[in-house]
DNA sequence: GTTAGTGCAAATGATTTGCACCGAA
DNA sequence: TTCGGTGCAAATCATTTGCACTAAC
C-alpha cells in the first residue's frame, strides 16, 4: 500500500470523495514531502496535471487536509500561509532563511523535554511549533538590509 | 530611566520622532506587556486615550516597533497577526488555547540546547518561535469541536 | 439519486498605500 | 523650516463564500 494510497483510505473514512483534483492536489503534496509550498505553488503545480484547476478548491481542499491531520499549515513572518505534507514517521522542524525563505529540517524536537520540565495538567497539548530564522551564506553575502 | 523612556530614547536613537499617538501606542503596549494583542485592540485601548487614533497609524507604528526590535509580531494558526512587546528581562514563549485563544507564558525555552546539537556554521541565527498549543480546562470541558 | 465537490465571480477582511495636510525637532 | 507622521479614502491581496452545475459513490 503506498502513502498515496493511505492517505486517499483516510481521505474515504472521513467521508470525502476521491476527485481527480484531490488526488492530484495529494501528489502535489507528496512530492514536495518536507518542504513547505504556498498555496499559489500548490495551485501551480496542480494545474500543470489537471489544467482547470481553481484557486477556491485548492483552498477548499487544504482545509480539509489541514483538518484531518495531514498537512501543516504555517505563517512565517505574517506572510502568506505555507502548507507541508506531514510524514508521519520523521516528526521535525525548520529551519527558515529570513532572506529567501528557504527551510531545512531539524530533527530534533524539544518538546517532550518541556513537557517534562512543564508539569501543566490542566492544560491538553494537542500541536506544537518550533522554527528557527536567520539568515543562510548567500543571504548574508547580500548584507540583507535590516 | 523609566522603561517608556528607555523605549522612546531607542525610537529617538533611530530618527524617530516622538509623537503623541506614538506615546500612547507604547503605554498600551506596556500595559500590555507578556500579553498578545491583536491591531484592533491595540487599535482600540490606543483610541481611548488618543481619540483620533486611526487604523494605518497604528500599522504603521507597529511595523515601525518590530523593525527596531520592540515588539513581536506572531500569527497563531493563520489568525489575524498578534504583537507584543519584548521584554529584555524576561525572555518566554507561550502555551495558547486553541479554543478560547487565551495565552499563558512558559519560562523555558530551548533555543541554546538546539543550538548545541544543530552546529550548524553557515547559518546565522537571529530569531526563533516556539508554541504549544492545546485546550485549556474550560475549553476542554466544552468539548470543543474542531 | 444523493451528497459532496467544483468553477466562477463576487465578497470579505486584514493590511497597505497615495496624497495632502500637520506637527516635532 | 524640514522631514517624518498622520488621517482619510481607496487599493491590494490572500482567502472565503454563494450559487448553479457536475461528478463520486
Redo the contacts with the bound molecule.
Keep these: 500500500m503506498t502513502i498515496q494510497n493511505q492517505i486517499e483510505q483516510k481521505l474515504?473514512d472521513h467521508?470525502?470523495?476521491?476527485?481527480?483534483?484531490?488526488k492530484t492536489i495529494l501528489e502535489v503534496l507528496l512530492k514536495n514531502k518536507n518542504h513547505f509550498l504556498?498555496?499559489e505553488e500548490i495551485y501551480l503545480q496542480t494545474k500543470e496535471k489537471y489544467a482547470?484547476?481553481?484557486?477556491?478548491?485548492i483552498?477548499?481542499?487544504l482545509?480539509i487536509l489541514e483538518n484531518i491531520e495531514m498537512i501543516h499549515k504555517i505563517n512565517i513572518h505574517?506572510a502568506?500561509?505555507q502548507y507541508e505534507f506531514i510524514s508521519h514517521n520523521s516528526h521535525h522542524h525548520h529551519i527558515i532563511c529570513k532572506g529567501c525563505g528557504k527551510t531545512e529540517l531539524i530533527d530534533f524536537c524539544p518538546l517532550e523535554e518541556i513537557l517534562d520540565k512543564l508539569n501543566h495538567p490542566d492544560f491538553t497539548f494537542t500541536d506544537h511549533k518550533f522554527e528557527l530564522y536567520g539568515y543562510c551564506t548567500s543571504c548574508k553575502e547580500k548584507t540583507c538590509k535590516k
Tied chains: 1, 2.
Design positions: 474515504k467521508g470525502y470523495k476521491l476527485t481527480l483534483q484531490r504556498s498555496a482547470q484547476t481553481n484557486f477556491s478548491t483552498y477548499r481542499n482545509e505574517g502568506t500561509s
